[in-house]
Structure formats: C-alpha cells, structure tokens
C-alpha cells in the first residue's frame, strides 16, 4: 500500500511514527510520568479537608472530565509536603490501576496543582513542537491503546495494574507533523465541546424543572391541598430476578442499581417508565422506550403520560424522604412499602393543573432531544476516533 508501512499495531502512514513512552521521554518530548505517593506518606481518610488542594482518583476522573467539585481535598500544607504526584495544567491523565484507561485533561485550575492518588499518572508534554497534549488524550482513548494497557496490566494482580516502569513500554502513535495532530485533536474536541454544551443544557433544564416544582407545589402548596400517595399514579413492578443480559450484542438497556450501561436481548417493559435503585447508590433515572431491568430496580410506568415528567421531577426532589434519609436512619435497601405509602399534596380536583404539567413535559422533551443528539455525537466520536488515529481518515493541515 503506497504511502503506508507496515507496524506491529497495523499499517500506518509513512509519515508517521510509532514511539514508545520510554523512547518519548528520552528524546525529551515528555517528561518522566509519575503519579500519586505510595505507602506512609500517602493522604488518609483522616488528612481530608473541606477546601484546599484536589486530591483526584481513579473514579473521579470520567467521561473525559475531572471532578474537582466532588473529590477529596487535602490542605496545601500536606501537599507541599508530598514528594510527588503534582498535576498542572495541560497535563494528560490516564487511570492505571484498578480502573484501566481512563484520560482527561487538566484545565484551568484555581490550585497551583492538584494532587493524584497513587491510581493516576501524569503525562506532561516538554517539548510542544513534537507533541500535542489534546493529540496524545485521544490517542489514549483510542480502541488500540485501551487493548495494548489492557494487554500489558500485570495479569497476576487480583486488581488490573499497569505500573509507571511499565508504562514506558506503552507505544504511541504519532504524526509527525504537530499541525496534523493538532487538527485531529480539533476535530475530535469539537464533538466533546458540543456533547458538553448539550450535557450542561440538560443540567439547566433540571434544575429548572426542580425550581418550578418548588415554587408550584411546595411553597405555594396550600393546606386543603388533597393528600395522595405516588402508587395512585403507576403500578410498582420490580425487574426480573433471572434477567439475561451481556457487554454486548445485546439490544435493549439493562437497568440495574448502578445503572450501567450492559444491554439485554430482550425486554420486559415498554413505555415511559420511572427507574428507582433498590439498593446501593439511590438514584432515579428517566427513561422511554422498550427495557429489562434487575430486580432490585423498581420500573414505575404511570398510568397517564401526562404525568410523567412531573412525577420524575416529584421523586427526585422528595427521593430522600421516600427512602427513610430524613429520618436520620442507614438504609441498605428500597422497599415496596417505601414507595407505595409515601404521600404528597395534590390541589383539589376541580384546579386544572394540566398546563403546570406541560410546562414539565416541555422541559424534558428538550432533554430528550438534546440526549438524542448526544448519541449521536457520540456514536460519530467514536466512529471517528480509531480511524483518525490510524491514519485511514487524515485531516488536512
């Protein structure tokens, strides 16, 4: 194939290099990749603070995103006490133990740094002429790089690990001309770029919809409202105990207490449906169209529609209340009782409240739409993003 050469990772263009990170490091491309303090000095539970200095894991790094509103926090003092682990901006993080492969990007911090966990590695570009940092986040992302990190875990580990000397038997694919990279990166982070607007979209809408619930049936609420209970608007069934689903091939969500993305071939329940977590991680999840679900996942289908979104916004804003929190008690589990019995305050029959819920089913309507064209960003994202990274679809520089 002209123009092309052969590689262990398959044909690549000629005019690309494939590198390993030991061999970046020495050319002085990157610097040497370190991550999070081990054994004694490593932060415990105990050094956690309110505010002060992001103290970022594995699991608060997702979807490209690193949550520095939700993380632990360490003080600034025990930071600069550590000896390694400091993240800047720009810096490329990729998750190596426990969970394999996640990557983001430091952005702008309000922190001189921030501080990661011995599950975390950072890589820093030295050398920008040869490498773009974007370039080499995607490049992680990459369905060849995930398998080779895969690949190259310690497969005697009861927890998937790749260490930091093993890192550096990790290859990289590589243009050599740092504007195609770039331009690959650009077309790739304009996709997240929108996927992230809509995302932050919804996020306003919710809480929109939260608001309008507040104002219109909390504090406007009034005491001869009616009293009714939340199995007056939807029978509560639970999943399936012997559910088939799989990773894949299957066709329909699987809905579980996490809420994973696993798919099932075949479905239970159609409609516009209510899902509570039985156990676990509480949560309430809107969803519409044919599904399984796990036993432990309440599936609540209202009887009329119009209701729908309403309900969703009620059970989130009350979700605390209907699992026995505010009680003060710990709870591992939902029952049907908890459900089924917990009351809220309607008006009087004769009070047409028909255009309050409108007003709920437009605001998810535009969710809805705006969840459709995340798909399909995403799907386009991922369809795109192990073909530019091979060189079969190239970018003009």
Request: one cysteine or more; aromatic letters at 12%.
């Amino acid at each position: 194939m002209s123009g092309w050469r052969e590689t262990e990772l398959g044909p690549l263009p000629a005019s690309w290099s494939l590198i390993t990170v030991g061999r970046l490091i020495e050319g002085g491309v990157i610097d040497k990749p370190l991550d999070g303090n081990h054994g004694e000095i490593h932060p415990k539970g105990s050094d956690f603070v309110a505010e002060g200095i992001p103290f970022v894991m594995a699991t608060d790094i997702n979807g490209g995103k690193i949550d520095l509103v939700n993380c632990k926090f360490i003080t600034k003092e025990q930071a600069d006490s550590l000896s390694k682990g400091f993240a800047i901006r720009e810096d490329v993080l990729l998750t190596h133990k426990a969970t394999l492969g996640r990557t983001a990007v430091v952005g702008n911090i309000k922190t001189p740094y921030i501080m990661l966990t011995p599950q975390v590695t950072y890589y820093r570009v030295i050398d920008k002429n040869r490498l773009h940092n974007k370039f080499l986040k995607y490049y992680f992302d990459s369905p060849v790089f995930q398998d080779t990190l895969v690949n190259h875990g310690d497969s005697g580990s009861t927890r998937a690990y790749i260490g930091i000397t093993a890192q550096r038997e990790l290859p990289v694919i590589l243009p050599n001309n740092i504007n195609e990279q770039k331009a690959i990166a650009a077309v790739l982070s304009s996709l997240d770029d929108k996927i992230d607007l809509l995302h932050r979209q919804n996020q306003t809408l919710e809480a929109i919809a939260t608001t309008l619930f507040r104002q219109w049936f909390v504090e406007e609420a009034q005491e001869n409202w009616r009293e009714v209970r939340l199995v007056d608007y939807f029978p509560v069934v639970t999943g399936k105990k012997d559910a088939n689903f799989s990773t894949d091939g299957g066709e329909y969500p699987f809905f579980t207490c996490s809420q994973s993305a696993i798919k099932a071939p075949s479905y239970s329940f159609e409609g516009a449906a209510i899902l509570l977590s039985g156990n676990g991680d509480f949560n309430v999840k809107r969803y519409t169209g044919k599904f399984e679900a796990y036993q432990r996942t309440y599936v609540l289908i209202p009887y009329d529609v119009k209701y729908f979104s309403f309900l969703y916004t009620l059970m989130k804003f009350y979700l605390l209340e209907i699992t026995g929190g505010y009680q003060g008690s710990v709870i591992n589990f939902i029952t049907k009782g908890m459900i089924t019995e917990f009351k809220f305050r309607l008006p009087d029959e004769h009070i047409n409240i028909d255009e309050k819920l409108a007003q709920f089913n437009k605001l998810y309507e535009k969710i809805d739409s705006n969840n459709s064209q995340i798909q399909t960003l995403e799907k386009l994202r991922d369809t795109l993003l192990p073909k530019l990274m091979s060189g079969e679809v190239r970018v003009a520089v």
